[in-house]
C-alpha cells in the first residue's frame, strides 16, 4: 500500500515542475526574504558553477523529498484508521517513499530558476497545504511560471 493523497498529489504537481525549463517569477516587492545560503566550506569554494548547482539541486530536492513524505504520512495519520495504518507500515512505505522520490527528480533535469524557486519554498515554515501549493507554483503550467 502507498501513502495516500499527499504523495500523489504532489507527485503530479511535481511532473511539471521536474520536467520544463521554467520558474515562476515573482515581482521584487514579493522576494523580500532572501534564501539563507551557509557560507561555503573549502571543498565547496573550489566547485564548478556545474558542481555547485548539482549539490544545490540535491539538497532542495532531498528536502523536497523529506517534506512531501512527512506531509503524506502526516495526511495517513489524519485520514486512515488504526489497521489501515498498520497494514501501510509507515516506516518501511516512508523509506521507500523518499528512496523514489529523490531518485526520480534528483535524475530529472531542473533549471538554476526552479532550485532557486523550490528552495524558497523551502526556507518557508509553511504547513503542508501551503508547502504544496508553493510547489504547484514552480509548476511550467501555473499562471505564475514562465515558459
Known sequence: MRLPTTLLLSTSVLAGFAVGCGGSKKPASENTDPVIVPPATDAQASETPEEKFTRQKADAVGKMCERIVDCSVEDAKNSLSPEEL???DLENTSKQALTECNEAYGAGP???RQVVDLRECLS???QCPD???CLSKLSPGSKTATP
Do not use: R, V, Y
Open 110 to 112: 531542473m533549471s538554476p
Open 86 to 88: 498498520t497494514k501501510l
Open 131 to 133: 508547502f504544496m501549493a
Open 124 to 126: 518557508q515554515p509553511t
